[in-house]
């Protein structure tokens, strides 16, 4: 495996999410190689935490956008809030093998009127989870690390 990924995965435990032991993560992997997320669940698992592993596709995530209904995303959104809930720390890894996969899929807004829920529950986990201001390092000021 690629050591980048173990460094990676340690800085995202350590330095991210700063997870503690008994902790619940929920780690979101869409289209990303299984390495990563092999790493972050041993590097999760070292800090005596607990992983939760959601895979996604873009290819099947697109095909049920195509055939899906109202109802379906918005049953879809009540239980994955609720799992939402149970998590102590959520860590996403996008990649992308077609970044244009959805790009075909309705944009109405009835289509995506079910879709908005789920960004202001990101935003709310978000900060529920930041970082201590000390630990935060602007960009700009890591050179020479």
Same mark, same amino acid.
């Given at each position: 495996?690629?050591?980048?990924? !173990?460094?990676?995965?340690?800085?995202?435990?350590?330095?991210?999410?700063?997870? *503690?032991?008994?902790?619940?993560v929920l780690? !979101?992997?869409?289209?990303v190689p299984?390495?990563? @997320?092999?790493? #972050?669940?041993? =590097?999760?698992?070292?800090?005596? +935490?607990? %992983?939760?592993?959601?895979?996604?596709? &873009?290819?099947?995530?697109?095909?049920? #956008? #195509?055939? &899906?209904?109202?109802?379906?995303?918005? =049953?879809?959104?009540?239980?994955?809030?609720?799992?939402?809930?149970?998590?102590?720390?959520?860590?996403?890894l996008r &990649? $992308? *093998?077609?970044?244009?996969? @959805?790009? $075909?899929? &309705? /944009? *109405?807004? +009835?289509?995506?009127?079910? =879709?908005? %829920?789920?960004?202001?529950? @990101?935003? /709310?986990?978000?900060?529920?989870?930041?970082?201590?201001? $000390? @630990?935060?390092?602007?960009?700009?000021?890591?050179?020479?690390?």
């Amino acid at each position: 495996m690629d050591p980048r990924y !173990h460094k990676l995965a340690s800085n995202l435990v350590s330095h991210s999410v700063n997870l *503690s032991a008994g902790e619940k993560v929920l780690i !979101h992997a869409f289209d990303v190689p299984e390495e990563i @997320t092999l790493a #972050l669940v041993r =590097a999760v698992r070292q800090r005596q +935490a607990h %992983p939760f592993v959601q895979l996604q596709s &873009g290819r099947i995530e697109r095909e049920c #956008l #195509l055939g &899906g209904k109202i109802e379906q995303f918005e =049953a879809s959104l009540k239980w994955e809030l609720e799992r939402m809930k149970e998590m102590d720390a959520y860590i996403a890894l996008r &990649g $992308s *093998s077609n970044v244009f996969e @959805t790009s $075909s899929c &309705g /944009t *109405s807004s +009835a289509d995506m009127s079910a =879709a908005r %829920p789920c960004r202001d529950r @990101t935003s /709310t986990l978000e900060k529920r989870h930041q970082p201590p201001a $000390s @630990t935060c390092v602007p960009c700009s000021s890591t050179k020479g690390r």
